[in-house]
């Protein structure tokens, strides 16, 4: 072959592998990923993110070999939840996983009736109108729940034994968030089984934080339970920080809020819920029908302590609550 002939052909060979490449990525199935909050920080990492698509991965689907993942970021704006889902359905996708509140995936659900859905979220998915049974969900819905909101009254029994004889403790809730009644109705039974006074305050954009922990202090709050809210996790540096300069024991849904400096937590994890998720979209994607998938509830729940920020706080941790945490971060 000569080597004019030699270059022609290569250089066609190298112009058609991109569009092999562009071919392959056509056929390949579509996860449309619907959430209410907002991607990670440009250069950022998401553990929710990474523990989803280890789910997916270990069903055999790598993102950009295998699937394609598209991503729709609602961005703490749930009106435009409506808009990100029809445009999922009009692509269309293979399967929509719902994640962040109920909001999600109850949009995706009056979206389409055919598209298989998952969601992970921390609510009942019965009592919110999204399976009929969590053994048999039937129709095109299933997933996994954190059961953060039912787990309140819980955390309110901690937050009395990490600050003893505490006269008010504050609940911070968002008043927009579908699990706001859920939340408020486990406190206040648990606050009258307990005898211990309340006082909610609320928040439902960043920009209200600081008013609401002024409210806080003027009702002589000396604790604080924050509720389950996707912009409350997404803003918990925020949070952190007003507790810390206000000197308010905390007690939060989430280990990341104690990773990063809060006082404890108790809850599911996350990231185990999330990952289970991604393990049904998988199977979902190999033929597996979402009504025989039955809800992944939690089996594990974990309290965890910062015990420099218990410091900081002049809180002295009663050893039995330290060697019933499940971490201890010094």
Not at 78 to 100: K, M, Q
């Amino acid at each position: 072959m000569k080597r004019r002939e030699f270059i022609t052909l290569l250089g066609g060979a190298a112009a058609a592998w991109p569009m092999a490449a562009q071919a392959q990525r056509a056929t390949m199935p579509v996860i449309g990923f619907l959430a209410s909050g907002s991607p990670p920080l440009e250069g950022g990492s998401d553990h929710n993110l990474a523990a989803f698509r280890t789910g997916v991965e270990e069903v055999g689907f790598v993102e950009g070999k295998d699937v394609v993942i598209d991503y729709k970021w609602a961005r703490g704006q749930f009106d435009r939840l409506p808009t990100l889902a029809s445009e999922l359905v009009a692509r269309p996708v293979n399967v929509i996983f719902a994640f962040g509140t109920p909001i999600p995936a109850r949009v995706a659900k009056a979206a389409t009736t055919t598209i298989p859905i998952v969601f992970a979220y921390g609510g009942d998915p019965v009592a919110d109108g999204l399976v009929t049974s969590l053994n048999r969900p039937g129709g095109n819905v299933t997933g996994a729940t954190f059961i953060t909101a039912a787990l309140a009254a819980k955390r309110l029994e901690l937050l009395r034994e990490l600050v003893p004889n505490v006269d008010t403790i504050g609940v911070l809730v968002n008043p927009k968030n579908q699990l706001a009644d859920t939340q408020l109705r486990d406190v206040d039974a648990a606050s009258r089984s307990l005898g211990q006074p309340v006082y909610i305050a609320y928040a439902s954009s960043e920009n209200e934080f600081g008013a609401a922990f002024a409210a806080l202090v003027r009702q002589g709050v000396r604790a604080l339970l924050l509720g389950t809210d996707t912009i409350f996790f997404n803003r918990r540096d925020q949070l952190i920080a007003l507790a810390a300069s206000h000197r308010i024991p905390a007690i939060y849904t989430f280990r990341e809020y104690v990773q990063d400096g809060g006082l404890a937590s108790y809850g599911a994890i996350q990231t185990e819920t999330i990952r289970q998720a991604g393990i049904y979209v998988g199977r979902i994607l190999k033929g597996a029908s979402p009504g025989d998938l039955p809800v992944v509830q939690p089996t594990k729940f974990e309290l965890v302590i910062n015990l420099k920020t218990a410091k900081s706080l002049g809180l002295d941790i009663p050893p039995m609550l330290l060697a019933r945490a499940d971490e201890v971060i010094e």
